[in-house]
């Protein structure tokens, strides 16, 4: 199903210069995958969010039975690790070297046979056509990828690699949510006026600082353009959970003025 794995051991975390980032990452999404700080107090930074358990309950009612499962910006292993104790076949997919060291030191004390995948996600050729059951893309990762081809491209091999009848379980931000809050509405009037009419970025397309970070990345969606970019990589939603507003439960009452309401969505999807 794999290729030999890269190795990540010696990988350099010195800064390339921008033409030699990889294809889709922006810088401060390169910076977030190599700080070996933010790997290392990731679980304890996040320990007490109830949204980790919210999505594992999804997960769990999405992956019914063993097979091989493979999570997508897999981070410090937290929606990995508990279906390799139930016995799948359980692959970490990251840009990370630090991220994916704390998996394997995990996996080690628990003695679980978990695979490690160093990778940008929009070179997955090293995944075989139809060769998983499951896969996820949790946490925003989608939303990390800079540009709609990039992040097309990136679901394009996750259908090529979903095998005909496997799910396919993903998490987005919701554009509007940023309405809440006086920042998030300046922001949301520079993205979808000033920055759309220069042609400078996307809409949707946040830059902000994150734990040192100065220009971290995030793609926010609208709830049309979340479902229509996944159903036309080929997969059919079958269910569309919206998020409270601290990402924490499903929201509650999502048919009143859940588009703007929600903080984003999980979308549980079939590959026909």
């Given at each position: 199903?794999?290729?030999?794995?890269v190795?990540?051991?010696?990988?350099?975390?010195?800064?390339?210069p921008?033409?030699?980032?990889?294809e889709?990452?922006p810088r401060g999404?390169?910076e977030?995958a190599n700080?070996?700080?933010i790997a290392?107090?990731?679980?304890?930074?996040?320990?007490t969010?109830?949204?980790?358990d919210?999505?594992?309950?999804?997960?769990e009612?999405?992956f019914?039975?063993?097979g091989?499962?493979?999570?997508?910006g897999?981070g410090?292993?937290?929606?990995?690790?508990?279906?390799a104790?139930r016995?799948?076949?359980?692959?970490g997919?990251?840009?990370?070297?630090?991220?994916?060291?704390?998996?394997?030191e995990?996996a080690a004390?628990e003695?679980?046979?978990?695979?490690?995948?160093?990778a940008?996600?929009?070179e997955?050729?090293?995944?075989a056509?139809?060769?998983v059951?499951y896969?996820?893309?949790?946490?925003?990762?989608?939303g990390?990828?800079?540009g709609?081809?990039n992040?097309?491209?990136?679901?394009?091999?996750?259908?090529?690699?979903?095998?005909?009848?496997?799910?396919?379980?993903?998490?987005?931000?919701?554009r509007?949510?940023n309405?809440?809050?006086?920042q998030?509405?300046?922001?949301?009037?520079?993205?979808?006026?000033w920055?759309?009419?220069?042609g400078?970025?996307?809409?949707?397309?946040k830059?902000?600082?994150y734990?040192g970070?100065?220009?971290m990345?995030?793609?926010?969606?609208?709830?049309?353009?979340f479902?229509?970019?996944?159903?036309?990589?080929?997969f059919?939603?079958?269910?569309?959970?919206?998020?409270?507003t601290?990402?924490r439960?499903?929201?509650?009452?999502?048919?009143?003025?859940g588009?703007?309401?929600?903080?984003?969505?999980i979308?549980?999807?079939?590959?026909?």
């Open positions: 199903m794999l290729q030999p794995n190795s990540y051991e010696n990988v350099s975390s010195s800064p390339p921008d033409w030699r980032l990889p889709g990452v999404v390169w977030y700080r070996t700080h290392g107090d990731y679980d304890e930074e996040f320990a969010n109830t949204l980790f919210f999505d594992e309950k999804v997960l009612r999405a019914p039975t063993p091989v499962f493979v999570d997508l897999c410090t292993g937290r929606a990995l690790l508990p279906f104790r016995g799948f076949r359980a692959i997919v990251d840009l990370s070297p630090p991220f994916l060291r704390i998996v394997g995990k004390c003695r679980l046979p978990v695979e490690r995948v160093l940008n996600l929009m997955l050729g090293c995944f056509d139809a060769s059951d896969a996820a893309c949790l946490f925003s990762t989608l990390m990828i800079r709609r081809d992040r097309r491209r990136f679901l394009d091999h996750v259908f090529r690699m979903v095998r005909p009848g496997g799910v396919f379980v993903v998490h987005v931000h919701n509007w949510h309405l809440r809050d006086p998030g509405r300046a922001w949301l009037l520079r993205n979808l006026v920055e759309r009419l220069r400078t970025r996307e809409p949707g397309d830059f902000f600082p734990r970070i100065q220009e990345f995030l793609h926010v969606y609208t709830r049309g353009e479902t229509a970019e996944v159903a036309s990589a080929g059919r939603v079958r269910e569309l959970i919206a998020l409270d601290v990402r439960h499903e929201l509650p009452r999502p048919w009143f003025f588009r703007l309401r929600a903080n984003g969505w979308a549980v999807c079939d590959r026909p």
